[in-house]
Protein backbone atom coordinates (compact mmCIF):
# COMPACT_ATOMS: atom_id res chain seq x y z
CA UNK A 1 0.00 0.00 0.00
CA UNK A 2 1.39 3.46 -0.61
CA UNK A 3 2.45 5.59 2.16
CA UNK A 4 -0.43 8.35 2.84
CA UNK A 5 2.36 11.10 2.87
CA UNK A 6 3.87 9.07 -0.56
CA UNK A 7 0.41 9.23 -1.74
CA UNK A 8 -0.32 13.19 -1.04
CA UNK A 9 3.50 14.10 -2.67
CA UNK A 10 2.27 12.50 -5.71
CA UNK A 11 -1.09 14.58 -5.89
CA UNK A 12 0.15 17.95 -8.21
CA UNK A 13 0.90 18.79 -11.42
CA UNK A 14 5.09 19.71 -12.06
CA UNK A 15 5.72 22.54 -14.59
CA UNK A 16 8.83 22.68 -16.34
CA UNK A 17 9.90 25.22 -18.53
CA UNK A 18 11.99 23.50 -20.56
CA UNK A 19 12.93 26.44 -23.50
CA UNK A 20 12.16 29.94 -22.28
CA UNK A 21 13.47 30.97 -25.30
CA UNK A 22 11.53 32.56 -28.88
CA UNK A 23 12.63 32.39 -32.82
CA UNK A 24 15.39 34.51 -31.85
CA UNK A 25 18.69 32.18 -31.06
CA UNK A 26 20.20 32.74 -27.94
CA UNK A 27 22.94 30.65 -25.93
CA UNK A 28 21.04 30.47 -22.89
CA UNK A 29 17.29 29.93 -24.22
CA UNK A 30 16.10 26.98 -26.18
CA UNK A 31 13.26 27.47 -28.18
CA UNK A 32 9.62 27.35 -26.60
CA UNK A 33 8.46 23.63 -24.87
CA UNK A 34 7.12 23.38 -21.78
CA UNK A 35 6.95 19.70 -19.88
CA UNK A 36 3.59 19.06 -17.99
CA UNK A 37 3.99 15.75 -15.94
CA UNK A 38 1.54 14.43 -13.44
CA UNK A 39 1.95 10.96 -11.76
CA UNK A 40 3.79 9.03 -14.14
CA UNK A 41 2.42 10.55 -17.09
CA UNK A 42 4.72 13.47 -19.39
CA UNK A 43 3.02 15.79 -21.28
CA UNK A 44 6.02 17.61 -24.38
CA UNK A 45 3.63 21.14 -24.79
CA UNK A 46 5.76 22.72 -27.99
CA UNK A 47 9.07 21.03 -29.36
CA UNK A 48 11.28 24.16 -30.07
CA UNK A 49 14.53 24.50 -30.66
CA UNK A 50 17.38 22.49 -28.56
CA UNK A 51 14.29 20.24 -26.93
CA UNK A 52 15.72 16.84 -26.23
CA UNK A 53 18.72 18.78 -24.45
CA UNK A 54 16.43 20.18 -21.75
CA UNK A 55 14.23 17.24 -21.99
CA UNK A 56 17.34 15.29 -20.93
CA UNK A 57 17.73 17.98 -17.90
CA UNK A 58 15.11 17.35 -16.80
CA UNK A 59 15.28 13.98 -16.33
CA UNK A 60 13.30 12.89 -18.93
CA UNK A 61 13.72 11.84 -22.59
CA UNK A 62 11.40 11.26 -26.03
CA UNK A 63 10.94 7.49 -24.84
CA UNK A 64 9.31 8.65 -21.70
CA UNK A 65 6.88 10.98 -22.99
CA UNK A 66 3.01 10.28 -23.02
CA UNK A 67 2.06 12.71 -25.65
CA UNK A 68 3.50 15.73 -27.47
CA UNK A 69 1.45 18.36 -28.05
CA UNK A 70 0.98 21.23 -29.85
CA UNK A 71 -0.19 24.54 -29.55
CA UNK A 72 0.47 25.41 -33.24
CA UNK A 73 2.38 25.13 -36.00
CA UNK A 74 4.56 28.36 -36.23
CA UNK A 75 8.26 26.98 -36.78
CA UNK A 76 9.37 28.20 -33.71
CA UNK A 77 7.31 25.79 -31.68
CA UNK A 78 7.96 22.60 -33.85
CA UNK A 79 11.40 23.11 -34.87
CA UNK A 80 12.80 19.99 -33.02
CA UNK A 81 9.86 17.50 -33.39
CA UNK A 82 11.96 15.94 -36.11
CA UNK A 83 14.12 15.11 -33.36
CA UNK A 84 11.38 13.75 -30.79
CA UNK A 85 10.45 12.08 -33.68
CA UNK A 86 14.04 9.93 -34.39
CA UNK A 87 14.88 10.09 -30.48
CA UNK A 88 12.00 8.15 -29.42
CA UNK A 89 12.57 5.67 -32.80
CA UNK A 90 15.89 5.02 -31.95
CA UNK A 91 16.55 5.11 -28.69
CA UNK A 92 13.37 2.70 -27.82
CA UNK A 93 13.87 -1.30 -27.98
CA UNK A 94 10.38 -1.89 -29.29
CA UNK A 95 7.70 -0.04 -30.88
CA UNK A 96 7.01 2.35 -28.67
CA UNK A 97 4.51 4.91 -30.93
CA UNK A 98 4.77 8.71 -30.52
CA UNK A 99 1.52 10.42 -29.71
CA UNK A 100 1.60 13.73 -31.37
CA UNK A 101 -1.63 15.82 -30.62
CA UNK A 102 -2.08 19.22 -32.26
CA UNK A 103 -4.14 21.67 -34.54
CA UNK A 104 -5.78 21.07 -37.99
CA UNK A 105 -2.39 20.83 -40.17
CA UNK A 106 -1.02 19.05 -37.74
CA UNK A 107 -0.79 15.74 -39.83
CA UNK A 108 0.47 17.11 -42.72
CA UNK A 109 3.59 18.25 -40.94
CA UNK A 110 3.97 15.60 -38.94
CA UNK A 111 4.11 13.57 -43.12
CA UNK A 112 6.35 16.49 -44.34
CA UNK A 113 8.78 15.28 -41.13
CA UNK A 114 8.60 11.38 -42.03
CA UNK A 115 9.17 12.71 -45.90
CA UNK A 116 12.23 14.49 -45.00
CA UNK A 117 13.56 11.61 -42.49
CA UNK A 118 13.13 8.93 -45.45
CA UNK A 119 17.03 8.36 -45.95
CA UNK A 120 17.82 8.24 -42.65
CA UNK A 121 14.78 5.74 -41.73
CA UNK A 122 15.98 3.48 -44.86
CA UNK A 123 20.00 3.86 -43.48
CA UNK A 124 18.70 2.59 -40.24
CA UNK A 125 16.24 -0.15 -41.07
CA UNK A 126 19.10 -1.31 -43.05
CA UNK A 127 21.80 -1.27 -40.86
CA UNK A 128 20.21 -2.53 -37.36
CA UNK A 129 18.17 -6.02 -37.47
CA UNK A 130 15.85 -5.39 -34.63
CA UNK A 131 14.87 -2.22 -36.04
CA UNK A 132 12.76 -3.03 -39.02
CA UNK A 133 9.80 -0.43 -38.78
CA UNK A 134 9.36 3.18 -39.43
CA UNK A 135 9.19 5.74 -36.58
CA UNK A 136 5.42 4.66 -35.30
CA UNK A 137 3.76 7.88 -34.85
CA UNK A 138 0.09 8.84 -34.05
CA UNK A 139 -0.92 12.27 -35.01
CA UNK A 140 -4.35 13.65 -33.26
CA UNK A 141 -5.74 16.62 -34.37
CA UNK A 142 -8.04 18.50 -31.87
CA UNK A 143 -10.29 21.64 -32.21
CA UNK A 144 -12.15 21.68 -28.68
CA UNK A 145 -13.04 19.64 -26.04
CA UNK A 146 -11.60 16.57 -24.07
CA UNK A 147 -8.79 14.44 -25.40
CA UNK A 148 -8.66 10.99 -24.84
CA UNK A 149 -5.12 9.38 -24.37
CA UNK A 150 -5.62 6.90 -21.98
CA UNK A 151 -4.10 7.89 -18.78
CA UNK A 152 -5.34 9.83 -15.39
CA UNK A 153 -4.19 12.85 -16.42
CA UNK A 154 -7.68 15.01 -18.19
CA UNK A 155 -6.05 16.48 -21.00
CA UNK A 156 -8.32 19.20 -23.11
CA UNK A 157 -7.70 21.85 -25.98
CA UNK A 158 -10.03 25.10 -26.43
CA UNK A 159 -8.87 27.94 -29.21
CA UNK A 160 -6.46 30.10 -28.62
CA UNK A 161 -6.23 33.66 -30.85
CA UNK A 162 -3.14 33.96 -32.77
CA UNK A 163 -4.28 34.62 -35.90
CA UNK A 164 -3.13 34.62 -39.12
CA UNK A 165 -2.12 31.81 -37.56
CA UNK A 166 -4.79 29.55 -37.61
CA UNK A 167 -5.79 27.03 -36.12
CA UNK A 168 -4.12 27.64 -32.83
CA UNK A 169 -5.10 25.86 -29.56
CA UNK A 170 -4.25 25.82 -25.79
CA UNK A 171 -3.97 22.88 -23.87
CA UNK A 172 -5.39 21.98 -20.43
CA UNK A 173 -4.14 19.48 -17.60
CA UNK A 174 -6.58 18.11 -14.63
CA UNK A 175 -4.58 15.80 -12.48
CA UNK A 176 -6.22 14.72 -9.32
CA UNK A 177 -7.79 17.85 -8.12
CA UNK A 178 -4.68 19.83 -9.58
CA UNK A 179 -5.13 22.02 -12.79
CA UNK A 180 -2.50 23.98 -15.00
CA UNK A 181 -3.13 25.46 -18.63
CA UNK A 182 -0.68 25.91 -20.99
CA UNK A 183 -1.62 29.10 -23.45
CA UNK A 184 0.93 29.15 -26.40
CA UNK A 185 1.58 32.49 -27.88
CA UNK A 186 -2.30 33.88 -28.17
CA UNK A 187 -3.83 37.35 -27.07
CA UNK A 188 -6.27 37.18 -25.12
CA UNK A 189 -9.51 35.78 -26.15
CA UNK A 190 -12.97 34.00 -25.32
CA UNK A 191 -11.77 30.36 -25.70
CA UNK A 192 -8.64 30.67 -23.43
CA UNK A 193 -10.87 32.28 -20.88
CA UNK A 194 -13.18 28.99 -21.13
CA UNK A 195 -10.10 26.91 -21.04
CA UNK A 196 -8.64 28.80 -17.67
CA UNK A 197 -11.95 28.83 -15.63
CA UNK A 198 -11.37 27.12 -12.63
CA UNK A 199 -7.75 26.44 -13.25
CA UNK A 200 -4.92 26.76 -10.73
CA UNK A 201 -2.03 28.14 -13.02
CA UNK A 202 -1.51 29.46 -16.76
CA UNK A 203 2.01 29.04 -18.05
CA UNK A 204 1.59 32.17 -21.02
CA UNK A 205 3.76 32.97 -24.01
CA UNK A 206 4.93 36.57 -23.39
CA UNK A 207 6.69 39.46 -25.39
CA UNK A 208 7.33 42.89 -23.90
CA UNK A 209 5.30 44.99 -26.34
CA UNK A 210 6.58 48.27 -24.12
CA UNK A 211 9.88 47.56 -25.57
CA UNK A 212 9.42 46.11 -29.39
CA UNK A 213 6.91 49.01 -30.37
CA UNK A 214 9.80 51.02 -29.75
CA UNK A 215 12.10 48.72 -32.26
CA UNK A 216 12.21 50.13 -35.59
CA UNK A 217 12.05 47.06 -37.42
CA UNK A 218 9.01 46.29 -39.16
CA UNK A 219 9.22 42.67 -38.84
CA UNK A 220 9.72 43.04 -34.91
CA UNK A 221 6.82 45.51 -34.87
CA UNK A 222 4.58 42.91 -36.76
CA UNK A 223 4.77 40.48 -33.90
CA UNK A 224 2.68 43.01 -31.63
CA UNK A 225 -0.65 41.96 -32.45
CA UNK A 226 -0.85 38.20 -32.17
CA UNK A 227 1.25 38.19 -28.73
CA UNK A 228 0.11 38.93 -25.19
CA UNK A 229 2.28 41.31 -23.16
CA UNK A 230 2.91 40.51 -19.09
CA UNK A 231 0.12 42.65 -18.40
CA UNK A 232 -2.22 40.92 -20.68
CA UNK A 233 -1.24 37.66 -19.89
CA UNK A 234 -1.89 38.70 -15.81
CA UNK A 235 -5.19 40.23 -16.67
CA UNK A 236 -6.38 36.41 -18.29
CA UNK A 237 -5.05 34.56 -15.41
CA UNK A 238 -6.98 37.51 -13.52
CA UNK A 239 -10.30 36.86 -14.79
CA UNK A 240 -10.12 33.36 -14.26
CA UNK A 241 -9.44 33.31 -10.59
CA UNK A 242 -5.91 31.40 -10.88
CA UNK A 243 -3.37 30.87 -8.80
CA UNK A 244 -0.10 31.03 -10.38
CA UNK A 245 0.65 32.67 -13.52
CA UNK A 246 4.22 31.61 -15.36
CA UNK A 247 5.69 33.57 -17.43
CA UNK A 248 7.41 31.94 -20.66
CA UNK A 249 8.94 33.02 -24.28
CA UNK A 250 10.62 36.24 -23.10
CA UNK A 251 11.26 38.74 -26.11
CA UNK A 252 13.90 40.38 -25.21
CA UNK A 253 15.07 37.86 -23.59
CA UNK A 254 16.54 38.90 -19.83
CA UNK A 255 19.64 38.05 -18.15
CA UNK A 256 19.80 35.10 -16.02
CA UNK A 257 18.30 36.11 -12.96
CA UNK A 258 16.42 39.07 -14.29
CA UNK A 259 13.37 39.58 -14.96
CA UNK A 260 12.27 41.64 -11.74
CA UNK A 261 10.67 44.24 -14.33
CA UNK A 262 7.92 41.68 -15.98
CA UNK A 263 6.99 40.18 -12.81
CA UNK A 264 6.62 43.81 -11.71
CA UNK A 265 4.27 44.58 -15.16
CA UNK A 266 2.19 41.16 -14.54
CA UNK A 267 1.57 41.90 -10.78
CA UNK A 268 -0.08 45.25 -11.25
CA UNK A 269 -3.10 42.99 -12.76
CA UNK A 270 -2.74 39.87 -11.33
CA UNK A 271 -2.75 39.54 -7.41
CA UNK A 272 -1.33 35.77 -7.33
CA UNK A 273 2.30 33.95 -7.82
CA UNK A 274 4.32 34.82 -10.59
CA UNK A 275 6.84 32.48 -11.36
CA UNK A 276 9.36 33.28 -14.22
CA UNK A 277 13.32 32.39 -14.96
CA UNK A 278 15.48 30.50 -16.98
CA UNK A 279 15.06 27.38 -18.86
CA UNK A 280 14.46 24.40 -16.51
CA UNK A 281 12.80 26.35 -13.93
CA UNK A 282 10.23 24.36 -12.39
CA UNK A 283 6.84 25.09 -10.80
CA UNK A 284 4.60 22.38 -8.26
CA UNK A 285 0.81 22.92 -8.67
CA UNK A 286 -0.98 21.08 -5.96
CA UNK A 287 -4.49 21.00 -5.13
CA UNK A 288 -5.81 23.86 -3.81
ZN1 LIG B 1 3.52 31.57 -32.70
Partial sequence: MTDPLIRGANRMLAITLLG?????PDPHRAGPATLVTGGAEQFLVDAGRGVLMRLGGAASSAGQLSAVLLTHL?????????DVITSRWVLTFEPSPLTIVGPIGTRTVVDHILASLEPD???????HDDLYYPPPVEVIEVTEGK????GQVAVSCA???HKPVEPSIGFR???????VVVAGDTVPCEGLDRL????????HTVIRKDVIENVPVKRMQDTLDYHSSPEEAAKTAARAGMETLVLTHYVPAFPSGGGEDWRELAAAHFAGTIELGDDLHRVEV???
Fill in 159 to 161: PTD
Fill in 196 to 203: CAGAQALV
Fill in 286 to 288: HPS
Fill in 173 to 179: FDYDGAS
Fill in 121 to 127: IGYRIAH
Fill in 74 to 82: HSDHITDLN
Fill in 147 to 150: IDLG
Fill in 20 to 24: TGSPM
